[in-house]
């Protein structure tokens, strides 16, 4: 089968001609780069290793006019810190949560965090349970970024990982909630707050949205993975969950081709169940070289699990963690396509970008 990215939404490509965002693509990285639509609202996709990302991530940055809250697990490029208080300096209100841990050692931007402390724009998180592994944006309470992507050197140069830019006032608003959540460290599923709109439509696409630990991402994803009837792939740095092993076992009892890629060097954890995946009939592939940092699930060609989260029982009882289910056909389709090149990747990660699917594939 030859997979196609361009009907159903309104487009799928690699230019970004909107006003949202604006930036230039190197066409030999236009693949890492799509601009799509759901229904009349504007949808971005950025995959990485690519130069593209740093872009993307200074074009969302720049923007904000009004407001702009940032909270992520780590942030160590210079650039984007340089663009953080950029944006203070024009008005903007910037506030910014950083994993305290990553904080420390993100010398490289010391010097600007340090600004940002003295312009009262930044606060460390410590989930003391747990990690605060979040990694998300929201401008203007209306546009969020969000997906796999730590604002870091390796995220943006070497490791497979992804990006959506959404456009909802519904969805800021629960991502917003959960920014408030860390700035008072409500680390926990005692002290979240509700969210304001687990389910959003953007554009005519259902869009469900949760938060570890405070909802049941596990069942949410189990129960995904339950409807499946031909074709479940996954890319997933860490898949440890026992709960989610027996989805994809019952998947295979029921004749459904699973495909899994995996992070070399997780996948050799000791607690990792990779040999009891492939002993179920999984079709299972370390990736070669880089860190495949993908926390992803497309199920059917129908429907995409997306965010921050691993598929492990810290992501989803300790950790703080973002999750997407979106249910858009030719966005699955995307996703899917990614999940093929890096199960077909050679080591050198800038290479993939070249990989062309064979007829019949």
Same mark, same amino acid.
């Given at each position: 089968m030859r997979l196609a990215i361009g009907a159903g939404l309104a487009l799928w490509a690699w230019t970004c001609p909107a006003s949202m965002l604006k930036f230039d693509v190197d066409p *030999?990285? !236009?693949? #890492? +780069?799509?601009?799509?639509? *759901?229904?009349?609202t504007p949808v971005y996709f950025f995959l990485g290793p690519s130069p593209s990302m740093e872009k993307a991530v200074t074009a969302f940055i720049a #923007?904000? /006019?009004?407001?702009? /809250?940032? %909270? @992520?697990? /780590?942030? /160590?490029?210079?650039?984007f810190a340089q663009a953080l208080l950029d944006a203070h300096a024009r008005g903007v209100k910037v506030r910014v949560i950083i994993a305290d841990?990553? &904080? &420390?050692? &993100?010398?490289? +931007?010391?010097?600007?965090?340090? $600004?940002?402390e003295k312009e009262k724009m930044l606060t460390l998180a410590h989930n003391r349970s747990g990690l605060m592994h979040n990694k998300f944006m929201v401008a203007d309470g209306l546009r969020v970024w969000t997906g796999s992507y730590n604002l870091t050197r390796n %995220? #943006?140069?070497?490791?497979?990982?992804?990006?959506? @830019?959404?456009?909802?006032?519904?969805?800021?608003?629960?991502?917003?909630?959960?920014? $408030?959540? #860390?700035?008072?460290?409500?680390?926990? !599923?005692? *002290?979240?707050?509700?969210t304001p709109h687990p389910e959003v439509t953007i554009g005519g696409v259902a869009v469900r949205n949760l938060f570890t630990p405070e909802d049941d991402v596990r069942g949410a994803l189990v129960a995904e993975m339950d409807q499946a009837t031909n074709e479940i792939a996954i890319m997933a740095f860490s898949f440890t969950d026992a709960a989610m092993t027996e989805a994809v076992r019952r998947a295979l009892e029921r004749q459904v081709r699973v495909l899994i890629v995996l992070d070399s060097g997780m996948a050799t954890h000791p607690g990792a169940n990779t040999k009891e995946l492939e002993a179920m009939g999984a079709s299972v592939r370390m990736s070669p070289g880089v860190l495949l940092h993908h926390k992803v699930i497309v199920v059917d060609r129908q429907t995409v699990v997306l965010g921050s989260a691993n598929f492990s029982g810290s992501a989803f009882?300790?950790?703080?963690?973002?999750v997407l289910i979106v249910r858009a056909p030719n966005f699955a389709q995307a996703m899917l396509r990614e999940a093929i090149r890096c199960w077909r990747a050679e080591p050198y990660s800038i290479t993939k970008w070249r990989t062309i699917l064979p007829a019949g594939m």
């Open positions: *030999f990285y !236009k693949d #890492s +780069v799509m601009q799509g639509r *759901f229904g009349d #923007s904000a /006019d009004k407001t702009l /809250d940032v %909270c @992520v697990y /780590d942030l /160590d490029l210079p650039e841990d990553n &904080a &420390a050692k &993100a010398y490289a +931007v010391a010097d600007q965090l340090k $600004q940002m %995220c #943006s140069r070497f490791n497979d990982n992804h990006a959506i @830019v959404l456009e909802s006032p519904e969805l800021a608003e629960n991502y917003e909630k959960e920014w $408030q959540e #860390s700035f008072e460290k409500r680390h926990g !599923k005692r *002290f979240a707050y509700p009882d300790r950790n703080d963690e973002n």
